[in-house]
């Protein structure tokens, strides 16, 4: 009698590998939320501080100051003078001064009408020119009070004829018309560091 062979139970049959578990998947990273990314920095945030002096002021006040040291330059003895990373001598001291405010002058008209304001394109500090050099004589001294007495008044008189939203709400993109007088009180930082060079001075180093 021939035996008859008895197929395997559905149970014997081998086991299948359970699939993976969607929880065992490596995650996916978060991506970066968007507080994380760089923050662009703001052209206004080293604005000026300003306070109640009037801004016209600030400005004639600053040009009083620089001329009343220029007085004292026709004793320069021709020798460059390092303050901070920088040298100065009478000539640049009145050329930055100038350039400092004819420049913020520019910047002020323009956006007063409109327009886009002119590129920076000054060596300024940065560089000493042959005409920096050259003795500051009596006519130089003229010449620096005509030049700088009048830009004195033609600031001035812009800042008095301006309302308040034009100095404090100033159109156009760059500080307040206010905080542009305010920064250029600094530009006696270059006829000090030139300083007092009379007779009660010792050169290079401003009086206090």
């Known amino acids: 009698m021939t035996e008859t062979k008895r197929a395997p139970d559905v149970f014997d049959a081998p086991a299948v590998p359970d699939a993976p578990a969607v929880f065992?998947?490596?995650?996916v990273p978060d991506a970066p939320a968007v507080f994380d990314a760089p923050a662009v920095p703001d052209i206004l945030d080293d604005a000026p501080a300003t306070d109640g002096r009037d801004p016209a002021q600030i400005l004639t006040a600053m040009v009083d100051h620089v001329l009343a040291l220029a007085a004292t330059w026709t004793a320069w003895d021709g020798?460059?003078?390092?303050?901070?990373d920088r040298i100065y001598t009478p000539h640049k001291a009145i050329r930055r001064v100038a350039d400092h405010?004819?420049?913020?002058?520019?910047e002020m008209e323009a956006r007063l009408v409109g327009e886009e304001t002119q590129p920076d394109h000054w060596h300024a500090s940065a560089t000493t020119t042959e005409a920096d050099l050259a003795p500051f004589t009596e006519a130089d001294l003229d010449e620096a009070r005509s030049r700088?007495?009048?830009?004195a008044r033609i600031w001035a008189n812009r800042l008095d004829v301006l309302t308040p939203d034009q100095l404090d709400k100033s159109p156009g993109t760059g500080w307040t018309f206010r905080q542009l007088a305010f920064h250029l009180e600094g530009s006696a930082y270059y006829a000090d560091s030139v300083g007092d060079l009379g007779v009660d001075g010792p050169t290079g180093t401003p009086k206090p």
């Open 79 to 84: 020798r460059p003078i390092p303050a901070d």
């Open 101 to 106: 405010m004819v420049d913020h002058l520019a």
């Open 24 to 27: 065992d998947v490596p995650a």
């Open 148 to 151: 700088l007495t009048r830009l």
